[in-house]
């Protein structure tokens, strides 16, 4: 009874030894120092609530892009104004909005939409692409 | 001698025979003169007629419209707001199918609308029958019914706001003699002149008639007054009873017929009619009546209908199916009975229409919408249109207004401010001109559309808009820009005093102290704004220089006069509430400030646009800065001075600041998510003490607002720019963390201001380090 007792002692007395080094050693959770932990709940919008969101800022773009081809310039910004109301965060929109104002000969304002659209494209290599020839474009009607 | 000869001379002349002008020559002579004259008056009548017709034949007051609405699916809706939308929109309930444009029937799990045509200056579409089908406050699907087509997008008509009067309080939609339905045409001849087509003007036979109907009953029991006839009298001849009157009257009537077509005189008349009253304004021509009384154009009108408003004619406010339906009725069926003598109908539908009730549309009488926002934008077309051609053009003028914010933004400010004037007793005023007041503006940050702005409690108490109008001292709601200034030397992880300092200001000790206890002695920056710590605040300011904050903050277009001194860290000056929104605009549109725009098109009276204003940009920040700021208020929601907001379930990502001037006066919260932005302001307008922080009294007002627009919320995260990175620091030092930083945190930084040491607080250095940094020192 006594060894056993003993050796109880010490296997509760290593238990705890380890147990505080663990404690010691451990790193200490990284806390988001910006992301709100309600907003990082943001089960906001679900994946198909966002698909539908953007298939309706898309389809605004549509309607602008073929206002722009036929010359209604007018009518295409206010449907590309309409799509940044449903996708703020859209470049493409942005992207039209340039290529409207360099119709209508407004070389600066056209360059404030490229700069934006620049600004939401930065993980889209193909529109990437685009928006820099659209800003040499510019450079070159200058 | 003399004599004789006179007596000679008169006997000669008297012998000569009288010469006599026979009495027909005499009344020939009348006759031409007579005619001369009424011609020459007829021509005089005539070329008064042509001046009047050929110009502008009717004062149309410019309409004023809330912008398109857009519904797709997965959008969210306040089911109770959307409703009356499309009841302010015209829709009349349906029980069964709708048939017609402009019916709707709502059941739980749908709404199947019949919509109304889209006519736009930039977007037209013919109305047709559309399901949406709903899930929860989630529109689940839109579809064309009948074909099965799933819509991506419905745009919803814009709602009228209401009408620019001038001195003649006149609603009126003109309407082309094609577009009426014959038997409408038909009715109204019933009812006023049935032989009009039939007449040169005036109608003697009806003349006969009536003499002899009134004689037999002993008074004034039927006119005879042509269509032709009222038509002069209610252009060119004042209401007095009087034979010069009729007189002209009839000649008058004889000279429109001679001039004019019968259809046009009576698309002229049809136009011209007085056929009601809303409030003070009066009800013009069919086209009004037929959106007034039955809300639908007038080419869909029944003939049931039809002859209501026909019947109208006679007395308008008597027979009004608004007013007295059984009256409404009795005289409807007369007109319907004179159409059937007239054999227009025949009579089994006469039968079959006799025993339809009067149905018309519920009274909506003509409130002022947003009346704040209309002095906003009458203030703005004021610049462009003279008042006399704003009152009589009929322009269209289209602006950026959500009328389902807009209500939604009323019924919050009043609910608030009589929530706080509740709980405190010391609120309440006797006096409604004192009363305690607020004001709301909502805008959208990347285009600058205004969506809702409430300048006041009651507009019908005091007009004075204290969104556009007033300037008052944001107090804490001004350190985002301070914190802006900062970020070219500070990072949000840097540590900062909060030890309370005195400063001398104007030779007098000024020492700023923390509205809650706080004694911490050093705070990381992101702590001072999102505690809105006043001491850490004034600290930073004086580190970074008071002229710096002021540079930035003039590039966000505040037009009040922002001066150096240390107190401008806390909000100590003036601005309007438009500018300080503008300005935050800013943060959440990625640095891009943009130009608050109300009014989008006008448009004349044949939808030609007449002037476009598009969004209005420019870049003020950096997308990283607007970012770090933004960054910075999330947490000011999170665990700050608004933590309260989780209790009205915002659960999408929204940053923002509260802000409370000295003594009370002033309560602010400005808040925003990517998509819509609000700032709310409460206080007195003499400047008395409300008793409560932003916190307590704005703020329960933005979320009020917020959770009940859920349809302009996408519920999209704000936008990280690639200039931004994201390290894990000690919250202790704000440096790199380590292994034994008991707190590390991730904090976003600028690209080109990483933080380069690890924590000095928590750091263990190895021998070689230690050797390593004794020889820097050595060469230091």
């Known amino acids: 009874v006594a060894i056993h007792k003993k050796t109880f002692t010490h296997f509760i007395f290593s238990g705890l030894t380890g147990m505080l080094v663990l404690a010691c050693t451990a790193k200490a959770p990284i806390i988001s120092a910006s992301e709100p932990p309600h907003s990082s709940r943001s089960a906001i919008e679900s994946d198909a609530a966002r698909e539908h969101r953007l298939t309706a800022a898309e389809e605004l773009i549509e309607q602008g892009k073929k206002d722009l081809r036929n010359n209604r310039t007018d009518a295409a910004m206010r449907s590309f104004e309409r799509s940044i109301q449903l996708h703020p965060d859209g470049w493409v929109p942005y992207y039209y909005m340039a290529e409207a104002w360099m119709q209508k000969g407004d070389l600066p304002r056209a360059r404030q939409f490229n700069r934006l659209a620049r600004t939401y494209a930065d993980q889209n290599p193909y529109w990437r692409g685009r928006i820099r020839d659209q800003a040499q474009q510019l450079k070159r009607q200058d | 001698m003399k004599k004789i000869k006179r007596r000679r001379k008169f006997r000669k002349k008297s012998s000569i025979p009288k010469r006599r002008i026979p009495v027909f020559k005499w009344l020939a ?11 020459l008056y007829g021509w005089h009548l005539a070329v008064q007629v042509d001046r ?10 410019s309409t004023v419209y809330a912008d ?10 306040n089911l109770p707001l959307f409703k009356k939308k499309l009841r302010a929109l015209g829709y009349i309930a349906v029980s069964g199918r709708p048939q017609r444009k402009g019916q709707v029937r709502i059941s739980k799990k749908a709404f199947e609308i019949f919509l109304h045509d889209l006519s736009t200056p930039n977007r037209s579409r013919p109305g047709f029958l559309a399901t949406i089908r709903i899930s929860g406050n989630r529109i689940r699907a839109i579809e064309q019914t009948g074909r099965r087509n799933l819509l991506p997008l419905l745009e919803l008509e814009p709602e009228e706001l209401g009408q620019i009067y001038g001195s003649e309080r006149q609603r009126r939609r003109l309407v082309s003699i094609r577009q009426v339905p014959q038997h409408l045409v038909r009715a109204v001849l019933a009812a006023e002149d049935s032989n009009y087509y039939h007449h040169f003007g005036f109608d003697p036979l009806g003349i006969l008639r009536a003499i002899y109907v009134n004689l037999r009953h002993g008074h004034i ?4 007054s042509t269509i032709t006839q009222q038509l002069a009298k209610n252009y060119f001849l004042s209401p007095e009873r009087s034979f010069r009157r009729k007189f002209n009257e009839l000649l008058l009537a004889v000279v429109m017929e001679s001039m004019y077509a019968k259809d046009t005189l009576l698309e002229i008349y049809l136009n011209e009619i007085y056929l009601g009253q809303n409030g003070s304004v009066a009800v013009n021509g069919i086209g009004e009546a037929a959106a007034f009384y039955f809300g639908k154009p007038v080419e869909q009108l029944t003939l049931v209908e039809s002859a209501t408003i026909a019947g109208l004619i006679k007395a308008p406010n008597t027979y009004s199916p608004h007013v007295n339906l059984s009256r409404s009725k009795k005289r ?7 159409m059937h003598t007239n054999g227009w109908i025949s009579g089994k539908v006469l039968e079959k229409v006799l025993k339809s009730s009067v149905v018309a549309t519920d009274f909506r009488p003509l409130l002022r919408k947003a009346p704040y926002f209309m002095d906003y934008l009458s203030w703005q077309l004021a610049a462009l249109y003279a008042p006399e051609a704003l009152a009589s053009l009929g322009l269209s003028v289209y602006t950026t207004l959500d009328t389902q914010v807009q209500m939604a933004a009323e019924q919050a400010l009043e609910r608030g401010l009589s929530r706080l004037e509740a709980r405190h007793n010391r609120l309440k ?17 990347k285009t600058g559309y205004v969506l809702a702005m409430v300048g006041g409690r009651n507009y019908g108490i005091s007009q004075y808009n204290r ?3 007033s300037r008052r001292q944001p107090g804490s709601a001004f350190k985002p820009f301070v914190y802006l200034a900062a970020l070219d030397r500070f990072t949000p992880a840097d540590r900062i005093s909060n030890v309370p300092a005195t400063y001398t200001v104007d030779g007098k000790n000024w020492r700023p102290q923390n509205y ?11 702590t001072a704004l999102s505690r809105s710590l006043n001491v850490a605040t004034v600290d930073l300011a004086m580190k970074i220089g008071l002229e710096r904050i002021v540079d930035r903050t003039v590039q966000f277009g505040f037009t009040t006069p922002i001066k150096a001194y240390p107190s401008l860290a806390l909000g100590a000056f003036e601005v309007s509430p438009l500018e300080l929104a503008r300005a935050y605009c800013a943060f959440a549109a990625d640095g891009v400030l943009p130009y608050p725009l109300s009014l989008k098109d006008v448009a004349d009276e044949n939808g030609q646009v007449l002037q476009r204003t598009h969004v209005n940009i420019e870049q003020v920040i950096t997308p990283a800065e607007a970012f770090l700021i933004t960054s910075m208020l999330q947490s000011v929601v999170s665990d700050g001075t608004t933590r309260s907001l989780a209790n009205w379930s915002i659960d999408f990502a929204v940053a923002g600041k509260t802000g409370t001037s000295n003594d009370f006066k002033d309560a602010w919260f400005v808040g925003y998510t990517p998509d819509m932005l609000a700032l709310v302001w409460v206080g007195f307008d003499r400047g008395d003490s409300i008793f409560a922080s932003g916190s307590a009294s704005a703020l329960p007002i933005w979320a009020d607002l917020l959770s009940a627009i859920p349809h302009v919320r996408t519920g999209a995260s704000f936008h990280r720019p690639e200039a931004v990175r994201q390290r894990t620091v000690c919250s202790d030092s704000g440096q790199l963390a380590v292994s034994g930083c008991p707190r590390p945190i991730n904090e976003y930084f600028l690209a080109g201001r990483l933080p380069d040491k690890k924590c000095p607080l928590h750091h263990r250095k190895g021998k070689l380090e230690q050797i390593f940094d004794a020889f820097k020192n050595l060469f230091k």
Request: hydrophobic share 40%; net charge positive; no cysteine.
């Open chain 2, 52 to 61: 009047r017709f050929s110009a502008r034949r009717w004062q149309i007051p």
């Open chain 2, 221 to 224: 029991r039927q006119g005879a």
């Open chain 2, 516 to 526: 809650a206890k706080d004694n911490e002695p050093e705070v990381s920056v992101r």
């Open chain 2, 29 to 39: 002579a009348i006759l031409v003169v007579s005619l001369t004259a009424l011609a």
């Open chain 2, 68 to 77: 398109i609405t857009l519904l797709y699916p997965g959008q969210r809706l």
């Open chain 2, 429 to 445: 005023r006797k006096d409604p001109k004192r009363r305690l007041q607020g004001a709301i503006i909502v805008m959208q940050p």
């Open chain 2, 467 to 469: 969104i556009t109008q």
């Open chain 2, 332 to 338: 409807r069926d007369t007109v319907l009975r004179a």
